[in-house]
């Protein structure tokens, strides 16, 4: 919940969207570096590209599909905490 994400067409990324009432994250940067600490998972804020609200961030599936699956699940976990 309170996450939402455009299908991607051409590109090797996705932007999802953090919805702002569920995630109300002041500081995207700080919120990213605390996603890499505790799930070793390394995902850009939407900021970084210029992102005018920091409610985006930027995920690449370059990575076997099972690895993807083990990050987005640590990443899951890891929103549910933040909530």
């Not at 995902?43 to 930027?58: E, I, K, M, S």
Request: aromatic residues 14%; charged residues 25%.
């Amino acid at each position: 919940p309170g996450v939402s994400c455009v299908k991607p067409s051409a590109a090797l990324y996705m932007f999802p969207k953090l919805d702002p009432k569920v995630y109300p994250i002041a500081d995207d940067r700080q919120f990213f570096l605390d996603l890499l600490k505790e799930t070793k998972v390394m995902l850009v804020q939407g900021t970084g590209f210029n992102w005018a609200t920091p409610d985006h961030f930027r995920i690449v599936f370059l990575p076997h599909e099972e690895d993807l699956r083990e990050a987005i699940h640590r990443i899951a976990k890891f929103l549910e905490m933040y909530r």
